[in-house]
């Protein structure tokens, strides 16, 4: 069941640096409340319908790199319209034709109420089909990046991996990260009144 108590008054569509709207709803790992995961990095993501391919590949590539997210200190967290029944049987029945159990909650949103709070889905919406988006949530619950696909295309868990990478080695203010920045990689110093464009470009930090 999802407590909406502190869902009121949320506008459609966050931003980053937004605080993360709190919940608490079912998930297939008992009672689960957004602000449960405080004090450490979330990757939130949802999905249009359990038992679809596209969905369970994600979640297979996902459930293989937790311990990836784990060793960067980032807990996962999955939701889809579908029931607490639902997740089960198919969570279930990804163990048994992949071998792969899936690490982490995953959300009951059968009324589409936290959907819709993180904008998920328009407020008006009947059905779940634009619900695929991902929220990456810093210690202190604030959104730091939003990602979104369309039904047809799965998401990339390498890219995940590597903006949460960035976006903890630019958490402090000091660094920025360049195109394609790999863990490893030398970090920008951000721009300065008393350097110019061309020099605080080619100045790195490793």
């Known amino acids: 069941m999802i407590n909406e108590t502190m ?18 709803a079912r998930t297939t790992m008992g009672p ?13 993501f949802s999905h249009p319908a359990d038992f679809t391919p596209v969905c369970t590949s994600e979640f297979v590539a996902l459930a293989r790199a ?10 996962l967290l999955g939701l889809s319209v579908d029931s ?3 997740h089960l049987a198919w969570t279930k029945a990804i163990d048994d034709l992949f071998d792969v159990k899936i690490p982490f909650p995953v959300i009951e949103d059968p009324s589409m109420n936290v959907a819709k709070a993180y904008g998920m889905i328009a407020p008006d919406a009947r059905d779940s089909a634009a619900v695929r988006a991902t929220y990456i949530i810093d210690p202190a619950g604030v959104i ?3 990602l979104q696909y369309p039904m047809a295309v799965g998401r990339s868990v390498d890219e995940l991996l590597r903006t949460l990478s960035a976006l903890q080695a630019a958490a ?6 360049p195109a394609n920045w790999q863990i490893g990689d030398p970090l920008l110093l951000p721009p300065s009144d008393d350097i110019s464009a061309d020099d605080w470009f080619c100045r790195t930090a490793s």
């Not at 689960?32 to 939130?44: A, Q």
């Open 66 to 75: 937790a311990d990836e997210f784990a060793q960067r200190d980032c807990a």
């Open 84 to 86: 607490l029944w639902s």
């Open 32 to 44: 689960v409340r957004l602000s449960d995961y405080r004090g450490r990095w979330l990757l939130f």
């Open 144 to 146: 730091q990046a939003i």
């Open 172 to 177: 402090s203010g000091e660094f920025y990260t």
């Open 7 to 24: 869902m009121n008054d949320v506008p459609p569509a966050l931003r980053m640096g937004d605080t993360a709207p709190n919940f608490e």
